[in-house]
């Protein structure tokens, strides 16, 4: 039997500041959807579907890629569009460019809701996220950020020039092997 490959640890700054991303990755989307709900009468996930939706041209959008954009997979992209569906803000129907895709488009009273729910949302981020900062945080902030979500949003969740760890181990293998044979 192998013995597993000994664990990377994180620094002492590392985890201080994992620790910190964690906790802003499990309570603000709480607070941000517990704002919606009280103020709107809906969820982050129905804000986010909304709001993509909404900056699409003519309000529509091909649901396979507002999945993407709003990292919902198929099973809960579904349920939260058959609410959005069953109160009137979204309509869906087949693409007539291609009817193997569905299209999901914003009601005018979709388009009240996020005209109606936006100021509240805004409020809420800017409470939640940048009243606390100053203008080199924000900046230092959206540098960091921007990194780590083109690694994270990259296919395999490579690194950040978008390839796989295992992509860049063979590689540095292969620059390996042949410097060691020159």
Same mark, same amino acid.
């Given at each position: 039997?192998?013995?597993?490959?000994?664990?990377?640890?994180?620094?002492?700054?590392?985890?201080?500041?994992?620790?910190?991303?964690?906790?802003?990755?499990?309570?603000?989307?709480?607070?941000?959807?517990?704002?919606?709900?009280?103020?709107?009468?809906?969820?982050?996930?129905?804000?986010?579907?909304?709001?993509?939706?909404?900056?699409?041209?003519?309000?529509?959008?091909?649901?396979?890629?507002?999945?993407?954009?709003?990292?919902?997979?198929?099973?809960?992209?579904?349920?939260?569009?058959?609410?959005?569906?069953?109160? &009137?803000? $979204?309509? /869906?129907?087949?693409?007539?460019?291609? %009817?193997?895709?569905?299209? @999901? #488009?914003?009601? =005018?009273?979709?388009?009240?809701?996020?005209?109606?729910?936006?100021?509240?949302?805004?409020?809420?981020?800017?409470?939640?996220?940048?009243?606390?900062?100053?203008?080199?945080?924000?900046?230092?902030?959206?540098?960091?950020? &921007?990194? $780590?979500? /083109?690694?994270?949003?990259?296919?395999? %969740?490579?690194?950040?020039? @978008? #390839?796989?760890? =295992?992509?860049?181990?063979?590689?540095?293998?292969?620059?390996?092997?042949?410097?060691?044979?020159?």
């Amino acid at each position: 039997m192998s013995t597993p490959p000994a664990a990377d640890w994180l620094s002492s700054e590392e985890e201080s500041t994992w620790r910190a991303v964690w906790a802003v990755m499990t309570w603000l989307p709480a607070r941000l959807d517990a704002q919606l709900r009280t103020a709107a009468g809906m969820s982050l996930a129905e804000y986010s579907a909304l709001s993509q939706i909404s900056e699409a041209p003519e309000r529509t959008m091909r649901l396979s890629e507002l999945g993407l954009v709003a990292n919902m997979n198929l099973s809960h992209l579904s349920r939260v569009l058959s609410r959005l569906e069953k109160v &009137g803000w $979204v309509e /869906r129907f087949p693409d007539p460019a291609d %009817g193997r895709f569905t299209l @999901g #488009r914003l009601t =005018e009273e979709g388009w009240r809701q996020v005209e109606a729910a936006a100021p509240g949302h805004v409020a809420a981020v800017r409470r939640y996220v940048f009243d606390a900062l100053t203008p080199q945080q924000v900046e230092d902030l959206g540098g960091a950020a &921007g990194v $780590v979500a /083109r690694v994270v949003k990259a296919p395999g %969740g490579g690194g950040a020039d @978008g #390839r796989s760890a =295992e992509s860049r181990s063979a590689q540095s293998r292969s620059a390996q092997g042949r410097r060691s044979t020159r």
